[in-house]
């Protein structure tokens, strides 16, 4: 049997087994939760309003052994307003005071509609295994409200930056309370959406990652998938084709929420990317489709990036690690060990590690140029920013 992927969180997550669609069996593993001490009691509102008159490392506290903390995210222009995120912290051993300067952090990242460690890489075995600080995000639209979509999915840009605020903050903290980590020790991964996600943060923090796993993530927001088309993906992120919807995807939104689009990966590597990628993906993976992601590899390699492709086959399956070529790939905690664990192992002779600072600590601004405008990416707080800025405002 394989070993499922043990999560740890306040309350046990639901399974939305009515909605039998593809977002739903996004999920591929999905396990209940066991029992943390719930965030902290702060308003969402009060959260939120820390991110305009307090440093990032103020937001909250180390919690001293696993356990969840509420930090304030950057406004949606879908639903305008206060918004916070919860975020669940796992320690080696599950005590802060086991975080020594050899400690890495590690984001591990949920699927479309699930919540905290749903579809990914166990944040238990992570900490564990890796001496990381595993982090686990409720980035924008988990859960429900994800299945629900009362606005289109947001296909990773916010969502990114939800989950690059966990690490910058966790980053910051430790430095304020003087607890020595490794800062060359970053990695990511996640599951599904989770996969688009961890793709999407080394995209907005090109400088911070030694390595990232996607595990059959969605490699681009095509037209199938972003306006429910039929053929292809299942998939329907509920965007507008008409430029007079609140929902319009306008062709940079679009551009940039592409993992393969040729220029912006171009702009990636331009920007000093040494992140180590490993793309683990079925080939018959239907609901974020095996083309998609043969593409975004293929147009990776040309932009000279660091990327090891592990495209499933028959013969790739042996009942514990990988199970299926399709979308729930196998044991999705055992994926990340056997792809990339020895890179990531402390005591590992190919252990990698990164010597540059990471953008949080960076505190500068990224460009990246698309057909109608730009995305500026601002880390001058020591945390990101997201803001598109139109050709016409710039002229």
Not at 163 to 168: F, K, V, Y
Not at 324 to 338: A, D, K, Y
Request: glycine fraction near 8%; proline fraction near 6%; include cysteine.
């Amino acid at each position: 049997m394989p070993i499922r992927s043990r999560c740890t969180a306040a309350r046990p997550n639901r399974l939305w087994i009515p909605l039998l669609t593809a977002a739903t069996l996004l999920g591929g593993l999905l396990t209940a939760d066991s029992h943390l001490p719930a965030a902290d009691a702060t308003s969402a509102a009060s959260s939120e309003a820390k991110a305009e008159t307090e440093a990032v490392e103020e937001w909250a506290q180390l919690p001293e052994k696993n356990g969840r903390v509420t930090l304030p995210a950057q406004e949606w222009r879908h639903f305008p307003g206060p918004r916070s995120i919860e975020v669940t912290v796992h320690y080696p051993g599950g005590q802060l005071q086991n975080v020594t300067a050899e400690t890495g952090l590690m984001l591990t990242l949920h699927n479309w509609g699930g919540t905290h460690c749903v579809g990914t890489a166990s944040p238990t075995y992570l900490a564990e295994n890796f001496n990381v600080i595993a982090l686990c995000v409720n980035y924008l639209q988990s859960g429900r409200e994800g299945i629900d979509l009362k606005a289109p999915y947001d296909f990773g840009l916010l969502q990114a930056t939800d989950a690059l605020r966990a690490l910058s903050w966790a980053a910051h903290r430790l430095r304020a309370d003087e607890k020595p980590f490794h800062p060359g020790r970053v990695y990511v991964t996640g599951g599904s959406g989770g996969g688009n996600v961890t793709l999407m943060a080394v995209r907005l923090a090109p400088r911070t990652f030694t390595v990232a796993i996607d595990m059959c993530g969605m490699a681009r927001l095509s037209d199938d998938i972003a306006f429910g088309q039929p053929g292809g993906s299942g998939l329907n992120a509920k965007w507008s084709q008409d430029p007079t919807s609140s929902h319009w995807l306008s062709p940079g939104h679009q551009q940039i929420r592409d993992l393969g689009d040729e220029s912006i990966l171009a702009a990636t590597k331009k920007h000093g990317c040494t992140t180590k990628f490993f793309v683990v993906h079925g080939t018959t993976d239907s609901t974020c489709p095996f083309a998609d992601a043969r593409r975004m590899v293929e147009h990776m390699q040309a932009a000279e990036l660091d990327v090891t492709p592990h495209f499933l086959t028959d013969d790739d399956l042996d009942g514990k690690i990988f199970t299926s070529t399709g979308h729930p790939l196998g044991n999705r905690t055992l994926i990340v060990q056997h792809v990339a664990g020895e890179l990531m192992q402390p005591d590992s002779t190919k252990a990698v590690l990164r010597s540059t600072p990471a953008d949080y600590d960076r505190r500068d601004s990224l460009d990246y140029p698309t057909s109608d405008g730009r995305f500026v990416i601002d880390w001058t707080a020591g945390y990101p920013m997201v803001q598109f800025v139109a050709q016409s405002e710039d002229n």
